[in-house]
């Protein structure tokens, strides 16, 4: 129902923009969230945005350099990421929160199909 899109492989300092569509469900009512899990590790939080795209939040790894958008008429989120590293490779995903329509970082339920990204040196 989730399906991100956008990723690739860039050099460090590049620019990608990743989009997340949902078919079969409207997603303007839910928060929004984007997760990721490099290699090896965990999946982490990465950002997030409210329903109405006026509260977003962001992990400290990411402040400054991703920004989190909605537009709720086209049904999609995106997440545009600067000055990337290579830390920053991973899987990302998009995930949204039926429960509600702020940012609850522990209460995402509903998960899309991953994008890679990978940042090379």
């Known amino acids: 129902q989730l399906q991100a899109s956008g990723g690739g492989l860039v050099q460090a300092g590049a620019s990608l923009r990743l989009s997340c569509a949902a078919s079969g469900r409207t997603l303007s009512s839910y928060a929004m969230g984007w997760f990721r899990r490099p290699p090896g590790k965990e999946r982490e939080f990465v950002a997030g945005?409210?329903?109405?795209?006026?509260?977003?939040y962001y992990a400290d790894s990411v402040k400054g350099r991703f920004t989190i958008s909605r537009d709720n008429a086209k049904n999609t989120v995106y997440l545009r990421m600067n000055s990337l590293k290579p830390e920053d490779t991973a899987v990302y995903h998009c995930a949204a929160d039926t429960t509600g329509s702020n940012v609850v970082v522990s209460r995402y339920n509903v998960w899309g199909r991953g994008t890679l990204v990978t940042v090379s040196s």
């Open positions: 945005i409210s329903w109405s795209g006026g509260s977003t």
